[in-house]
């Protein structure tokens, strides 16, 4: 969960986007994002289909990274 948070948080950041962006875009909390990014949870295939959606890459590429 940590290496997909760390991969998440570089996907973000290569768009420029703050957390609250990337939030508001997925239409999820803010506290979601962070915790998601944190590895501090698990999240769901709806929620990363919304992040995929509004980061605008296909799902796959959120798992497109390797294992610390």
């Known amino acids: ?30 506290s979601q994002i962070s915790r998601i990014e944190r590895g501090v949870i698990n999240t769901s295939i709806s929620q990363l289909y919304q992040i995929a959606k509004a980061l605008e890459v296909p799902v796959k590429k959120l798992f497109d990274f390797e294992y610390a």
Request: charged letters at 25%.
């Open 1 to 30: 969960m940590i290496a997909f948070g760390n991969h998440l948080k570089l996907l973000r950041q290569q768009k420029d986007w703050t957390q609250e962006q990337l939030a508001f875009a997925a239409d999820l909390e803010h």
